[in-house]
């Protein structure tokens, strides 16, 4: 079936999940649940950096992957310019730029404002299995990275 044969509103609907998607990847890493993210994928996904030829596949492995970053770590990363291109009724491809500010060594309240850690974009593959979308692939593109900084104590500076 060729894209052009989908129902505008079935690619809507893909659309918003797909998107959905970019953004609940985010949330979970930064809001407390980042072995969750695995839940994203499906059973046979994948997570790659090129530019480090690192590739993990699989929900289990993804879950351990994700579940394994530091305790003490503050993040949040700010996503942006998603496109998601509906390929065919069960596969899209898409597109989104990120920053990411995170800290290690967090015990809580406000940490003074830092550059990026790392800006780069998503190229990412969903598959509909059954009714719902997930993750097949995300491949990070990491033109601008640095290392995490570790917060000194006690001023958290």
């Known amino acids: ?6 129902d505008p509103m079935e690619r809507l609907f893909a659309e918003r999940a797909c998107e959905r998607l970019i953004v609940e990847f985010v949330r979970r890493l930064d809001l407390g649940d980042p072995s969750g993210v695995a839940d994203l ?3 046979d996904g994948v997570w790659e950096w090129p530019h480090d030829d690192r590739r993990v596949e699989g929900r289990e492995a993804l879950r351990g992957y994700f579940g394994s970053r530091p305790t003490d770590r503050l993040s949040r990363r700010m996503t942006t310019n998603i496109l998601v ?4 009724p069960a ?10 500010y995170r800290v290690d060594g967090y015990t809580g309240g406000m940490v003074p404002p830092r550059l990026p850690a ?13 009714d719902t979308w997930f993750l097949a692939c995300r491949t990070v593109q990491l033109p ?3 290392e995490t900084v570790r917060l000194n104590r006690p001023d958290r500076s």
């Open 118 to 130: 790392n800006v780069g974009h998503y190229e990412d593959t969903f598959r509909k299995v059954e």
């Open 144 to 146: 601008f990275g640095g």
């Open 41 to 43: 994928f499906t059973p």
């Open 1 to 6: 079936m060729s894209t052009e044969a989908l």
């Open 85 to 88: 291109t509906v390929v065919s």
């Open 91 to 100: 596969e899209a491809t898409a597109t989104s730029y990120f920053a990411t």
